[in-house]
């Protein structure tokens, strides 16, 4: 489970921290975009989230790197996130996102309501179709026995994005967790720690997608987790672990965290670009 940075009730939000990155150098930003525009609210207000301009020229050299950020795992209030869903996509809308999954996190106490829950708000939100809200869940601290069950629970009660929270140095996830939702066939192994090749290896069976992350403390082994992917032909997604509206990211940040992970832009693209194969896989 993240760590909570403070309350903030609902109706007061904090501000977005962080925001655009204005020291990256040219040589990485190179057809990337600049995605948060200077007058983000407006421009949304005037239905253009896509301004359009260089971006257009960019697409066509690069796909991928200069799509909006897709972001696979986020928490609401439904779980330890501070935000409600509703005002979490209102932030993540403003923070140039297009689509986001919010997957709050679940055992077999709450997997129910959860999902209940973010499906009846994506159903409201999702009636404006600039902006895609998907229902999933980020199954959390199971015991690995019950996992199989829990996945086909979480499918059933109608997630799109299954997210397993896996072995992360940050927590102690019993061990077997990583494989037993490998073996479950769940959507992407969360900050999957030191992941091994035996693991890496299902994965690729599986279609099991692993996770770069942003977030602090999960992010200690993403040069790990990168690099046994790539050796054994892993795909990856890179996620936020959103808690607060202050760990959504522009693709700028998205873009150093790959290669801060000692991954390239290449990779980079791909990882977005497997973002959305997945979404479309499921339905989402
Ligand atoms: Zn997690
Ligand atoms: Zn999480």
Same mark, same amino acid.
């Given at each position: 489970m993240g760590v909570k940075t403070g309350f903030h009730h609902p109706l007061v939000s904090p501000p977005i921290k962080g925001?655009?990155?204005?020291?990256?150098p040219r040589s990485l930003t190179i057809? #990337? #975009?600049?995605?948060? /525009?200077?007058?983000s609210l407006s421009r949304e207000a005037s239905g253009r989230?896509? =301004?359009?301009? =260089?971006f257009r020229a960019a697409k066509d050299k690069k796909?991928? #790197?200069?799509d909006p950020m897709i972001d696979l795992h986020t928490h609401s209030f439904?779980?330890?996130? #501070?935000?409600i869903p509703s005002e979490l996509v209102r932030r993540a809308r403003v923070a140039g996102y297009r689509a986001m999954a919010i997957t709050d996190h679940a055992d077999e106490s709450n997997i129910e309501a959860v999902l209940k829950q973010i499906a009846k708000v994506a159903k409201q939100l999702n009636t404006d179709k600039s902006f895609r809200l998907v229902p999933g869940v980020e199954l959390t601290h199971i015991p690995p026995a019950h996992i199989p069950l829990m996945v086909k629970k979480a499918r059933a009660l109608g997630a799109k994005v299954v997210v397993g929270h896996g072995e992360t140095l940050a927590e102690p996830v019993e061990a077997g967790t990583n494989e037993a939702f490998i073996k479950a066939g769940i959507d992407i192994l969360a900050? =999957?720690?030191?992941?091994t090749a035996g693991e890496a290896r299902m994965a690729v069976k599986k279609s099991v997608h692993f996770e770069i992350t942003s977030r602090g403390g999960h992010s200690l082994t993403n040069g790990h987790v990168a690099a046994v992917a790539k050796k054994y032909g892993v795909k990856m997604v890179l996620n936020?672990?959103?808690?607060? /509206?202050?760990?959504l990211i522009t693709d700028e940040k998205a873009l150093k965290v790959a290669l801060g992970a000692g991954l390239d832009e290449d990779d980079f693209r791909r990882m977005q670009e497997n973002a959305k194969e997945l979404l479309k896989k499921n339905r989402a």
């Open positions: 925001g655009r990155l204005k020291e990256i057809g #990337v #975009v600049h995605r948060q /525009p200077k007058n989230i896509f =301004p359009k301009g =260089p796909k991928g #790197v200069d439904l779980s330890d996130g #501070v935000l900050h =999957p720690g030191l992941v936020t672990d959103t808690h607060s /509206p202050g760990d």
